[in-house]
Structures are given as C-alpha cells and as structure tokens.
C-alpha cells in the first residue's frame, strides 16, 4: 500500500494520504505529499491538483509521536511552501477532520471544499502548543482575526457551515475526491487566479488600522487560561500576522512553537493526551470482548446527580427512563433539568430547539418497576449502604436479562452492593463526579464478580456521552475521593496550626487548582461534612465550631467566608479568625506562621502518597489512570500533568524526604507508602511504573 499515491485523471491530478488511522503528518506522508506535489507540476497533461485522503478522515494532525525526537526530512514548512508556490491550482478536499497539521496544509493550498460534516480546526494549544507551520499565520488570512483567535487560542474547531460562511472553504461537496475534482474543472473553465494566502492581506487590514478588533478578541478567549503558558504565545503569533510581514511572522511563529515544545507545561499537556488514551485500554478483559447493546438507559433518582446523569445520556441522543419515588421529586427534577438547558440555550451554548428535543427524550415516571426496558440501570439514590442494597434487590424482580447495573456510589463498597442481587456479574459502579452533566471524569468501578462485557459495556457507553472512563478496584472512596480525602483532612489540620482558610484556598488556587478546600465545603455546604461527622462519633473543633454557629456555607450566607445577598464571590470574615482563635485558646493552642509552600506540601503529598498505595493495591492500573481521574475530575492544572506525574517532576525522594520528615514531625498519617520508598530505593519514577 502506497502511502502517497498521485492518479492522473485527464487534466487532474489527484494525490490521495492512505495512513490510517488518522493520515497523520508523519515522514512518510510528509514525503509523499511532495513527492507527488513536485510530480503533478512536472507533468504536463496535469492542470490543477487534488489533495485528499483516504478511510474515515483528512489529515487529522501532526504525528505527535514525533515530539521529543530528531527532526526528520521533509520538514512541513518545506512541503507547504512546495503547495502553496504550485503554478497549477491545488485543492484541498477534506472529509472528517482537518486538525493542526491537516489544516495547515489545507491553508496552504490555493482553495478547500469540505463534506458538510467535515470539522476544521488548529487544536495545538491544548497540548501546550501553538500551530507550527503557518497556522498562526494564514488562519488569520482566511478568515479574519477574530475568528482565528478563538480557532486558535481557544483550540475548539469548527463545522463546515460557519467554515465556508467565514471563506475557510469555498465549498460544500457530496464526496471530497469528486468534489475536489469538480472543484478544480471549474477552477480551470473559470481560468479563476490562484489565491495565495500569505498574499492576501484582506482579512486582516482592518486589524492593522484598529488593533483592539484584536486585542478584544485575545481577552475574551484568554480569560480562563490562568496559569497556561500557550494561549497567550498562541495569541502573540497571531498578533504577528497582523503587525509584521508573511515571512517574519513565519519565522516569529516557528521560535514561539520551539519554545513551547520544550517547555514543561507542554510536555505536562502532552502526557496528559497520552495518558487519557491509555486509560480507555482495560486491563484483564479477554481480546475482542464486545459491549452489550445500549438502547435505553434507566436511572433511579431524579436529584442533582440523577438529573445530571440524565441529562448527560440526552445530550448524546441516549434515550432515558427516570424514576423517582414520588411524583413531586419526579416533577422537581425534571424542572431542574428543563431550566438548566433553557439557561444553556439563552447563552447560545446549545440550538434553541436543544432543550426540548432533549427533554423529548427523558421519560420520567413513578416507581422502580418501570426498569424493564433498560439495557442499562444506573441507580443515584442516597448514599447509604442500606438503601443501595434494597434497591439493588428489588431491582432482580424487574431488570431483563442482561442489563448492566450500575451504582453512582462515591464511596461504598461494589461487592457489597452487588450480593444483594441473584446476577453480580451485572453489576459495577459508574461514579459520575458533580456536576454529572458537565465534569468529564467517570470512574468505572469493576467488582469481584463483574463480567468483562459488563466493564466494556459500562466504559464504552461512558465514552458515547462524552465522558472520560477509568476503570478502577473496589474500595472506599475509589481512587479520587479516597485521594481526596487525605488532602481535605491536611487542609483542616493546618488551621490548628494557624493557617487560615484564605490562605490555604490562595496556595491551592496559585497552585492550579480551580478553587480551595474552604470555599469548595462553603460551595457544597458545611452541615453535609457536620452530620456525617456526627454519624460516625468524629469531632473537627473548629468545622464543628463553624457549624454550631451556623455557618453553613453560601447558602447560609456565611460559612469559612461571608457572601454579600445574591454573591457567590467569598469575602474573608474576621469572625471566622476569631472563632479559630477561641477554639485554639480553649484546646491550648498556639498559632505559628505557615508558609505557603508548606500548605502545598502538606496537602499535596499526601495525596501523591496515597495515589502509591492504590497503585500497590492494584486499585488503579497505572499511575495515568490516577492522574486522569484528578485532571478530569477534581480539576488539577492540565500543566502540571497530574498528581503522579507531578511528583515525578519534583523528584520522588525529594517527596519521600518530606514525608519522613512530616512523619516525625506530625504523625504516622505521613508514613510513606512502601511503594513510593521502593521506587526510590531503585533510583525509578512513577512514569516507570509496570
């Protein structure tokens, strides 16, 4: 099979990439398409040329497994400037998706047609990147900065519709090869002049007059991308194409692309792509496992996770049966969800008509026995091991033959769970994480007795509603709250030592992560924390203290900070420094100065130490899974890769240090897990771990 192969058809020439999966860049294809660009414009008989691909996409990308390594010849600028300095036309005819490199070579040629379902897009900076051959540099060109920013700093790509309404494409074709083909007769027939984009200043002019056209676009789409290196780089590169001629900017751009490439944020971004890949690879499951048909999906409970879940499977066309205990939490519930869709579509996050061909789609009904239909149940009912248990034994009478079921439990143990029914190799935990319709993470518990069908069921369906599944062991909190846990429990500990809230929530937050462990509990609400400790005889002075008080978090108006009526925003609250005072004085307390590298190690390396034990336990497959889990789920900084990784990049015995030091100083909740003192002992990484 040829990489690469030129056909004559009469006047046209038509070059066709044939590397699947995904026809990246890679040496090959990057010399076959000269190879064959250089022979179509030695051929006489060939007019105008067709750039296409063959299997399910265009060039979707760079070979990004050439990161890292020695550069190999042809480099693409040096393929691009062969296209793009062509004397026959050249067509790009894209199909699938035309990503990063694909859509820089795209740029390249003189016109591009596309499928209607085709998506075009520079996605680079979320592998902490900037488009390396000229994205930055005729994206603008073509469609004007505004849009080339948000393509380009924000990494999203686009459908043909708004592609060929902004003159990315000049049309939508039937099929891209005879498309393409039609395309260029025309052309010829036409005797249209071949369109050059680094020539063609059009689209930017009004930019070099008025820059804040500019300016305002870059600060609408960087104002969530605090702490990341690449957007504002990505932004700078476009500035470029405005402010300096073709050839520079070329240059000024492939120099911020090499800074980046070597940076650390970048390859933090791109271990986190690879590491999410490898987390969808289940271990242990026989080869050619297929999953069981999902057509409907039961879930039981209508509350905040239940209607969340919902809400996920609508969102991906999945009908759902929901099933409330009683009509008035049913009728709640699906208010809840018709609302948050209507919110969605008022800010034109969705179609207007979203919301209620989506609601179309959930059936919401009274009692458990409406189940029969489901290939999956999905129970999100009160987490307590007794309810779980009942339901999950009424479940037996009702549920075909078959059906996966699946807990929503964030703690509680899956085999447990999963004896009180005749068919446990049916059943498994699919924790959805809060928001369940919007956060990515979907941990896919396997119980002892799972079938392997029922686990690829569970991850594949997971994958349909766009969730990111990882498949972990059984035990309590699973592999992100059982984590989780160990960083909020350093988190209070540090206020008896005379941090407070707003210190700690500052360190975390200047850390990369999306807000601290105080405003989170204000956010959730510090009586859920209040009775649970009361439930199990546990006594945490001061959170206690805060609650007797009635600080119960934003919706009490005040909790570990005050809110103004009507605000969200967290205001710090001298009475909160008195009240941790008083409870110092009373338990004999003094307050010392904490600094703020040690709240990040105090909180941080716990969790790292405990992500060791899961691996030891086998909880987790690979120290990717853990730091998938935290990126997707508990919001980790994408540039400091994951915990795991994280700890890689400090230095596992600078880690390991710590934690003895910690252990003496504090107590045996720091003793270093064995396979975190192992792994130094053999001078190895997390990264190394098999």
Excluded at 585 to 602: A, H, M, Q
Aim: overall charge neutral; charged content about 25%.
């Amino acid at each position: 099979m040829e990489t690469v192969k030129l056909e004559r058809h009469d006047a046209i020439g038509v070059i066709t990439v044939n590397s699947p999966p995904v026809n990246a860049l890679s040496a090959a294809v990057r010399g076959g398409i000269l190879e064959c660009i250089k022979a179509a414009i030695a051929d006489p008989a060939i007019k105008g040329i067709v750039l296409t691909c063959a299997g399910r996409t265009f060039i979707a990308g760079a070979d990004i497994t050439e990161f890292g390594k020695p550069p190999k010849p042809p480099a693409l600028n040096d393929v691009l400037s062969e296209i793009e300095n062509s004397p026959k036309p050249v067509v790009a005819a894209i199909h699938g998706t035309a990503l990063g490199g694909g859509l820089e070579v795209a740029l390249a040629c003189h016109f591009r047609v596309a499928v209607k379902e085709a998506k075009l897009g520079l996605p680079e900076v979320k592998l902490g990147l900037l488009p390396g051959a000229g994205g930055t540099q005729r994206l603008p060109r073509a469609v004007g900065p505004e849009l080339a920013v948000k393509m380009i700093v924000g990494g999203d790509p686009i459908g043909a519709a708004e592609a060929l309404k902004n003159g990315l494409i000049e049309e939508i074709v039937e099929g891209p090869a005879a498309g393409g083909e039609a395309f260029v007769r025309k052309l010829l027939a036409e005797k249209r002049p071949l369109r050059r984009l680094r020539d063609d200043d059009s689209k930017i002019a009004a930019a070099k007059v008025d820059r804040s056209i500019f300016t305002n676009a870059v600060a609408a789409m960087t104002k969530k991308s605090r702490g990341l290196e690449a957007p504002f780089a990505a932004a700078d590169a476009v500035g470029y194409a405005i402010d300096l001629p073709f050839d520079e900017g070329l240059k000024k751009e492939r120099e911020g692309f090499l800074k980046l490439v070597a940076s650390d944020q970048s390859k933090a971004q791109r271990y986190a792509f690879f590491a999410e890949r490898e987390a969808s690879k289940i271990a242990g499951v026989p080869e050619g496992t297929k999953p069981r048909p999902v057509n409907r999906v039961a879930i039981l409970g209508a509350g905040t996770m239940g209607g969340g879940i919902a809400m996920s499977f609508a969102n991906a066309g999945v009908p759902v049966t929901l099933i409330e205990t009683g009509e008035e939490q049913l009728k709640r519930g699906m208010g809840i969800m018709q609302k948050n869709w209507e919110a969605t579509a008022a800010r034109g996050g969705i179609p207007a008509d979203a919301p209620a061909k989506r609601m179309a789609l959930i059936n919401g009904v009274v009692g458990i026995e409406n189940v029969g239909d489901a290939d999956l149940v999905i129970e999100a009912v009160f987490e307590t091991m007794a309810i779980k248990k009942e339901v999950f034994g009424k479940l037996d009478q009702y549920v075909k033959p078959g059906a996966v079921l699946a807990s929503n439990t964030s703690y509680l143990n899956i085999d447990e769970i999963a004896k009180s029914t005749k068919r446990p190799q049916d059943v498994l935990g699919m924790h959805f994480f809060s928001p369940a319709n919007v956060m990515k993470l979907c941990e896919i518990v396997r119980a002892d007795k799972t079938a392997p069908d029922a686990l690829v069921t569970a991850v594949n369906i997971a994958r349909k509603i766009a969730k990111v599944p990882v498949v972990v062991g059984v035990c309590h909190g699973f592999v992100g709250n059982r984590m989780y846990d160990q960083s909020g429990k350093q988190a209070d500990k540090l206020l008896f030592e005379g941090a407070l809230p707003q210190q700690v929530d500052a360190a975390l937050k200047n850390f990369g992560m999306p807000m601290g462990p105080f405003v989170m509990s204000d956010l959730a609400g510090n009586d859920i924390g209040w009775l649970s400790r009361k439930d199990r005889g546990v006594k945490s002075e001061i959170a206690d203290a805060l609650c007797e008080a009635g600080r119960f978090g934003q919706k009490a108006g005040k909790g570990w900070y005050r809110y103004d009526a009507g605000s969200r925003t967290p205001i710090p609250d001298p009475e909160v420094e008195l009240l941790i005072d008083q409870t110092l004085t009373r338990l004999g307390r003094k307050r010392r100065v904490v600094s703020d590298e040690e709240i990040i190690e105090r909180v941080m390396y716990p969790v790292i130490n405990e992500g060791a034990r899961i691996l030891e336990e086998g909880i987790a497959a690979r120290p990717g899974d853990i730091d998938v889990v935290w990126l997707c789920g508990f919001g980790w900084p994408i540039y400091r890769g994951g915990p795991m990784y994280y700890a890689d990049q400090i230095g596992l015995d600078k880690v390991l240090a710590k934690m003895r030091e910690l252990q003496a100083a504090v107590g045996d909740e720091f003793k270093p897990a064995s396979l975190l003192e192992k792994l130094v002992a053999e001078g190895k990484r997390f990264g190394e771990f098999k």
